[in-house]
């Protein structure tokens, strides 16, 4: 007998809706996520506190651990003290640092994992990889998808406005992505997974195209479902590719070089995907993206978040270090320094025009 379908790691509850944080405890036990209620759950030492409060009285059985920041040792030190309690699940409930180290955590002890996201900033709220500070900078940890995704969108409209921008710059970004693993597939033969790509690239374009703003609970709910589906064509792909490219390594390339003074990860990746874009060719495809990414008053120029010229150029040099291996459009072009310079100019005076 063939096997005719595949399954796929996804969580088996995505609510995003205004309100859904009443519905919490809820949810849980009717999802038999956890029917006695005993949840160990991981909140951050600022806005947690507050939704601890409001959330307490529904969740009798919780405990509550305070989380100090995204670190490796926080996430391990929280699995610790988890250990051996005979939780049901761990919920993460914050921002994307609390929802990581949560879904370190619940992997390390064999728990399932609730995502209960305050602000919508990146894509990681869903996926299988967990972003942790270590000793040597920043690692991705592989780790389980979460079993639910609660996203209150009461609660994102509370969050300071750059988090939401942050995660309209990821999300667009997977427009490059999805662009660089097809070119890895034509000129290297690397095998892609044609439904995450689908999935990442669709999401992109949703929010790309989508004529609400950050007010609108209706582009909020496109925004909050492309980060979901994100996530979710990482775990059907078994890696980040649908969704990281050469927005990413120009990225990753800033947070090395320039630990102090980088930005969010959505205004760099999304200043990269414009720039990866036009690097290829797709010159139109680069300036609605950056036309969208301005709307949304995020950046498409290295001087709006305080790099000169010469250091975006050196960030787009450095930037293939940053992921041996991985093939995108600054691998196959393999530009000299003085070339992207002159193609920044060429893209700055597209952009200016």
Not at 140 to 154: E, F, K, R
Not at 222 to 227: K, N
Not at 303 to 325: K, L, M, N, S
Request: aromatic residues 6%; glycine residues 10%; proline residues 5%.
């Amino acid at each position: 007998m063939p096997v005719l379908t595949r399954l796929i790691p996804s969580p088996v509850v995505v609510d995003i809706r205004r309100g859904a944080l009443d519905d919490l405890a809820g949810l849980l036990a009717d999802q038999r996520i956890s029917a006695s209620g005993k949840l160990a759950v991981a909140i951050s030492d600022g806005s947690g506190r507050v939704l601890r409060e409001r959330l307490a009285p529904a969740l009798p059985g919780a405990h509550w651990y305070p989380v100090t920041d995204g670190t490796l040792d926080s996430a391990v030190k929280l699995a610790d003290d988890i250990r051996g309690n005979r939780y049901d699940a761990v919920v993460g409930l914050g921002g994307g640092k609390i929802v990581d180290v949560a879904k370190y955590a619940a992997a390390r002890v064999g728990l399932p994992m609730v995502a209960v996201a305050t602000n919508l900033a990146h894509d990681g709220l869903c996926s299988p990889v967990a972003t942790l500070d270590n000793d040597n900078g920043r690692g991705s940890y592989g780790v389980p998808t979460p079993i639910a995704v609660v996203i209150d969108l009461d609660v994102v409209h509370e969050a300071p406005a750059r988090f939401v921008r942050s995660g309209i710059g990821d999300a667009i970004s997977n427009v490059s992505c999805v662009a660089d693993w097809e070119l890895a597939h034509e000129v290297r033969g690397e095998e892609i997974d044609g439904l995450a790509a689908a999935m990442a690239r669709q999401a992109g374009e949703a929010v790309l195209r989508h004529p609400g703003g950050i007010g609108d609970d209706a582009f909020l709910k496109v925004l909050a479902e492309g980060l979901v589906l994100t996530g979710i064509s990482m775990s059907v792909a078994g890696d980040s590719r649908p969704a990281s490219g050469a927005c990413h390594e120009i990225n990753h390339a800033f947070d090395l070089l320039y630990p102090k003074r980088a930005a969010s990860h959505g205004e760099q990746v999304g200043l990269g995907a414009c720039f990866a874009m036009y690097l290829r060719g797709a010159r139109a495809e680069s300036l609605l993206m950056a036309a969208t990414l301005r709307r949304h008053e995020l950046p498409v120029l290295p001087e709006e978040i305080g790099f000169t010229v010469d250091e975006f150029v050196q960030a787009v040099d450095y930037a293939p270090q940053t992921r041996p291996g991985r093939f995108t459009i600054l691998e196959h072009l393999n530009l000299s320094t003085d070339q992207i310079r002159d193609a920044y100019a060429d893209y700055a005076k597209a952009i200016h025009s």
